[in-house]
């Protein structure tokens, strides 16, 4: 019995231990999965946190560029873009702007971002405050300002205004490194500059590349006579050398301040015309006229690694207050664009402080507060206008007479049309007058009146 009663106790114990070991077991199991679930949601709580600090730096990032303080220190521009421009096109306008107002500044960025989606970037002495910036409309992730150095390493802390444009102007181009992420590139002084439309739409219908393969520059001619043609001519005895010769065969002389065109050969061309400014003597660089004179050699006197275009002055895109009378200023009467000879706009407005009638259509269209929409205008009335004084030796109706242009003048009413006909004697056998223009084409003989588009409000007439 007493065996057996030791049997029975040894089992229960047993089986007690075995028990034991189960629940043992079963609450280890259970400790290691909260273990685990703990872990797992640590590492997404570390991961949102991460992904948000991310978005918040980016955010940051995007608005200081429209918060950058007046009088900060200048900061560095990082090669290959890896700066807090951000990259929208590949279309990038850079400006230089020494010593400007708020009004200058303003006109060319608010006219430029108007008509155009390229990157901007503008290199400054001061950066405007964010409030000028906010009441402009101006978006802090196309504009980016640039504050550089307030004394230019030698020799160009002694070099002209002009003159130290093309470097700074160089020196950031390489270390944004331009070339490697833009397609197309305008360089231009920001005094004096004003957008009709959009350059780099006007750009997109010319060739990019010679044959050979070197990109292409797009520069402008001036006026005979004019202020570009004027500044070669004071240069050129004590800076030219021995390329006078070549410059004096050249022709009308090239406007300064302001060029565009294919990335690596506008950059081909800043480096030419540094290299050519640092080479000569140091009285040179600190006359402005040299900076024309630099232009002019390194467009016409063609280097390695780009080709130039010359776009006439009066038929291209670029009008220059500097080079034009005043009596060929020609404006539209509603939009207040200034007008190339056959009529249209001109894209570019360079120099339009010269004109002060010009400089206020632009303070009045581009700093003024918005206002509401006016009312649209009437339709012209498709009835001839009744022909009086000069107007009666005319027959006038409305039409177009395409081509055969003798000359055009701006008019206010027909009868500056008709008696600016006249005055060209035999010579003039029509005009075409546009009363929402201001404008007057004469024509010679050989045109026919041909029918108008519809909402057009132009008159042909016909020498009677």
């Known amino acids: 019995r007493e065996r057996h009663r030791l049997k029975g106790l040894s089992w229960m114990s047993s089986r007690s231990r075995g028990a034991n070991t189960s629940i043992g077991g079963g609450m280890s199991s259970r400790h290691v999965f909260s273990r685990v679930c703990m872990v797992a949601l640590s590492v997404i709580l570390v991961i949102q946190a991460v992904v948000l600090v991310t978005l918040v730096l980016r955010l940051l990032e995007a608005q200081s560029l429209g918060r950058q303080t007046p009088g900060s220190a200048p900061a560095e521009l990082h090669v290959g873009g890896a700066t807090h421009l951000a990259h929208h096109s590949k279309q990038l306008a850079l400006g230089v702007a020494l010593g400007l107002g708020t009004d200058a500044l303003l006109i060319f960025l608010v006219s430029l971002s108007r008509v ?3 990157d901007i970037v503008v290199l400054v002495d001061e950066v405007p405050s964010a409030s000028i910036l906010v009441a402009a409309e101006l978006s802090p992730d196309r504009v980016h300002f640039e504050p550089f150095a307030k004394t230019l390493p030698p020799p160009w802390k002694d070099a002209s205004r002009g003159a130290a444009t093309f470097w700074l102007a160089r020196d950031a181009l390489q270390k944004l490194g331009a070339e490697s992420f833009y397609t197309d590139i305008q360089v231009s002084e920001v ?12 750009l997109a219908t010319q060739p990019r590349s010679a044959p050979d393969g070197d990109g292409l520059v797009h520069a402008f001619s001036g006026e005979p006579g004019g202020g570009a043609e004027a500044a070669v001519s004071s240069a050129m005895a004590s800076c030219a050398g021995a390329e006078r010769g070549i410059l004096e065969a050249q022709g009308v002389a090239l406007v300064p301040g302001y ?28 006359q402005p006229a040299a900076a024309v004179l630099a232009h002019n050699a390194a467009l016409r006197i063609t280097s390695a690694g780009f080709r130039v275009v010359v776009h006439d002055h009066r038929q291209g895109v ?24 056959d009529g249209r706009p001109y894209t570019v407005l360079q120099g339009f402080a010269k004109h002060k009638d010009v400089e206020q259509r632009l303070v009045a269209r581009f700093l003024a507060p918005a206002q509401p929409p006016s009312a649209p205008a009437p339709p012209p009335s498709a009835s001839s206008p009744k022909s009086t004084g000069d107007c009666a030796l005319f027959d006038v ?60 409000d132009m008159q042909a007439g016909l020498k009677l």
């Open 318 to 341: 670029l009008w220059s207050g500097e080079e034009a009378p005043i009596s060929t200023v020609v404006t539209d009467i509603t939009s207040g664009d200034v007008l190339r000879q």
């Open 191 to 202: 005094d004096g500059v004003a957008f009709q439309a959009d350059p780099f739409g006007w």
């Open 397 to 456: 109706s409305p039409g177009d007479i395409p081509d055969f242009d003798l000359d055009h003048l701006g008019a206010r009413d027909l009868e500056t049309c008709c008696r600016g006909c006249l005055a060209q004697g035999e010579a003039c056998s029509a005009f075409v007058f546009s009363e929402s223009r201001g404008h007057c084409w004469l024509k010679s003989a050989g045109g026919d009146r041909t029918p108008l588009e519809d909402g057009s």
């Open 116 to 118: 155009s989606r390229c």
């Open 259 to 286: 060029v565009l065109g294919e990335s690596s050969a506008i950059v081909a061309y800043l480096r030419h015309v540094v290299e050519r400014l640092a080479a000569g003597p140091a009285s040179c660089l600190a």
